[in-house]
């Protein structure tokens, strides 16, 4: 019972001086890599930075200690990130306080929809997620990811359209206009840093030397170059009068915000005292939806003159006292000197304070990152919030945790490790549920880092120990080293983490195994593309179509003519271009037999019977049959009786013992008679052909030789 319930036992017996300091060493290894892809996840998760590291706190330790895997390194990753961000974004700003809330509480509900599975052993659900379906989602989310980076690494601002591919469009037509350059120069310089430094031996931090490298740069350079000054030092009156009715909308857009709120709770109270239907509460609603309409064209109305402001480029012009005034590129007075640096205003959801509007005139760093660890305090539960976030966090339970059992899988088939699938679900749901008591958003298994901690000689889950250690250390004492940490590097950290998921063979792979299942692949692929940023459409449209398969081969199993083969064995008769036997009909039925195919069967005969006018015996072979409900067995009764009572003769072979005994105890193997069951197809033609040929020409028969379609035979010696 100790080691069900705290499986770190296993481990901590293998413990001595060896394994302590290799657990120290890969544990440490990780914790340079998982640090800054940490906060490069959390930016792409919508979260503050600082909430990467919190989410690196605990659930490296704890999945380790409660998981099965003693290498498996949890944490942010990429996928379940994207997914996070996809999902909450309809319901509050990237990075505002509700936000957080909001992803802090879909830990906490994958969390326990993983654990729930893992303890009632139900690790199979993740069967639901076909491997061609999640291949097609994953390549589709790895672009997903490196194209949403692009706005960072060009250091240009744009409002997300609808669709994420129009995002993209919006970013590509803005960074042709005005491209930061030192900003894409550190962020390719990190990218090369880290390709290059991978190739030559993935056992270095790569991803740290990188972070440090362009850090030390941004900080001696003065990357960041960023001021606040009065709305009258912009020497422009349109983009003057531009932040008047930005402001002017926002303004508006906040109090009919608070009165939409006011009108919702004395809905509420309305319905309780009057009913649903009463004057007063139709009243209230229509108010509601007027509000909600011009709140809509507000939206409309901020989003454009946001764009127009983050459009125009100043150019600051030092006045005589040395302050800046900015102006409009292409309007600086003549014979004025410059600052030599291209300015943009930056502008967020909320007014614009004109007595400090921010101008922003170099690159986007990371900036302050609250020192000390995270306050561990329960997350708000709100019922309706928790059902409408269940459906997204059941798809990024299982696609967290079919990412994560693979992981482990692969590692464990190098180290000979046994792993239960369903401990691993328990240790990645008491991972997200006690990490979301630390702030943290959904994670899950890494593969990247994973590998590095198998590399680096890890020999138990210690090793995650010693990783979540580190990250408390660097959240103590060294946050301040962060501030000048471009924006732009932790999109060149993400989008080569995700050149990893790139799998363009694993279509072709599916193509080759099935072609449905290819089909289904490039779907899922191209449906989650279209769909972003709502990734759960993609993901459930491959689902579905996998469950349709599914239901289509069981309803419609394989029904398949035998006759004898060149090697003597029976085997599909058009499958190999073999004749078959016009006197008995060896028929094989791959599949249960249960009341969705149990007509199937029946019109499959039917058919047969039609098309052989000298038939006179049916062999059903039964070796595909592995088991059989009352439908099947009622159906299976009335297909012996109206064959006999037909003129034919019906016998069985190779019948699974599970099916014998169905059939015993509802005696309908009284009914089809014990002489009429076989062991073999060969027993049962050897028996049955004398019977069945007493009418026909002489002849080699296709049950006996091997004849082919095509008139070339090769004889085989008869049955005795």
């Not at 002017?248 to 319905?271: M, N, Y």
Request: aromatic residues 8%; proline residues 4%.
């Amino acid at each position: 019972m100790i080691r069900v319930l705290f499986p770190f036992t296993a481990w901590i017996k293998d413990l001595n001086s060896a394994t302590l300091r290799a657990d120290f060493i890969s544990g440490l290894t990780v914790a340079l890599i998982l640090i800054p892809q940490s906060m490069a996840y959390a930016q792409l998760a919508g979260m503050p930075v600082h909430y990467g590291l919190y989410a690196s706190l605990l659930p490296p330790m704890l999945a380790a200690l409660f998981g099965s895997s003693r290498q498996l390194a949890t944490g942010p990753v990429a996928i379940v990130s994207l997914m996070t961000s996809a999902a909450l974004s309809p319901m509050a700003t990237a990075g505002s306080e509700g936000f957080i809330g909001y992803a802090i509480i879909l830990a906490l509900i994958v969390g326990c929809f993983q654990l729930a599975l893992g303890v009632l052993r139900l690790g199979l659900v993740v069967n639901f997620l076909s491997h061609p379906v999640v291949n097609g989602f994953t390549n589709a989310g790895a672009l997903i990811i490196a194209t949403s980076q692009l706005s960072k690494m060009f250091n240009v601002y744009v409002d997300e359209a609808e669709h994420h591919y129009e995002t993209v469009y919006l970013v590509i037509k803005a960074a042709m206009k005005h491209t930061h350059w030192p900003t894409f120069a550190l962020g390719a310089l990190a990218f090369a840093l880290m390709y290059g430094l991978r190739r030559l031996d993935r056992r270095i931090p790569y991803v740290l030397v990188a972070v440090v490298a362009t850090t030390v740069i941004s900080w001696a350079t003065g990357y960041e170059h960023n001021t606040k000054v009065p709305a009258t030092t912009i020497q422009s009156q349109g983009a003057r009068e531009a932040l008047r009715a930005f402001n002017g909308a926002v303004a508006e857009l906040d109090r009919l915000g608070r009165e939409r709120a006011e009108l919702t709770v004395k809905v509420g109270q309305a319905e309780e005292q009057q009913g649903t239907a009463s004057k007063q509460v139709l009243d209230l609603r229509h108010d509601i939806q007027v509000i909600s309409t011009r709140m809509e064209q507000l939206k409309g109305e901020i989003g454009k003159e946001r764009s127009a402001l983050r459009a125009v480029l100043f150019v600051g012009v030092p006045d005589a006292e040395g302050k800046l005034t900015f102006h409009p590129r292409g309007e600086v007075p003549p014979g004025a000197a410059t600052d030599g640096r291209t300015w943009q205003m930056r502008l967020g959801n909320k007014a614009v304070d004109e007595s400090a509007v921010f101008m922003m005139g170099g690159g986007s760093v990371v900036g302050v990152v609250p020192p000390g660890l995270p306050a561990f305090t329960f997350p708000k539960v709100d019922l309706k919030i928790i059902l409408h976030l269940l459906p997204t966090a059941a798809i990024i339970s299982l696609l967290g945790f079919m990412e994560a059992i693979s992981i482990a899988k692969a590692m464990a088939a190098k180290t000979g490790q046994r792993l239960d699938p369903n401990q691993e679900l328990i240790g990645q749901g008491i991972a997200n549920i006690l990490g979301s008591l630390g702030k943290s958003f959904p994670v899950s298994g890494s593969f990247s880092r994973s590998a590095v901690n198998l590399q680096s000689g890890a020999a138990t889950g210690l090793s995650s120990v010693f990783t979540s250690f580190t990250v408390g250390l660097v959240l103590l004492f060294m946050t301040p080293l962060l501030y000048h940490l471009p924006q732009s590097v932790l999109a060149a950290v993400i989008m080569m983490a995700v050149i990893g998921l790139l799998n363009v063979s694993g279509f072709i792979h599916a193509w080759k195994a099935q072609k449905y299942d290819g089909i289904f692949s490039v779907v899922t692929f191209a449906a989650t593309l279209w769909t972003a940023p709502h990734l759960d459409k993609g993901i459930m449209m491959g689902v579905l179509l996998s469950l349709g398969m599914f239901l289509y081969k069981s309803m419609r199993p394989k029904v398949t003519l035998l006759s004898m083969g060149e090697d003597q064995s029976y085997q599909s008769a058009r499958d190999h271009g073999l004749k078959e036997c016009q006197h008995i009909a060896v028929l094989r039925f791959d599949g249960q037999l249960f009341y969705a195919n149990a007509g199937f069967l029946e019109d499959s005969i039917n058919h047969l019977i039609e098309s052989k006018p000298q038939l006179r015996h049916i062999l059903i072979v039964g070796n595909g049959i592995n088991d059989m409900d009352a439908s099947g067995e009622e159906m299976l009764s009335l297909i012996v009786e109206r064959v006999r009572s037909a003129g034919y003769d019906i016998s069985f072979s190779g019948v699974n013992e599970k099916v014998l005994a169905v059939m015993r105890r509802t005696h309908l193997l009284e009914k089809i008679g014990e002489r009429n069951i076989f062991p073999t197809v060969a027993k049962a033609v050897e028996s049955i052909h004398v019977r069945a040929h007493t009418h026909c020409a002489a002849g080699a028969c296709p049950l006996l030789s091997v004849c082919f379609i095509d008139g070339h035979m090769a004889p085989c010696a008869a049955l005795p």
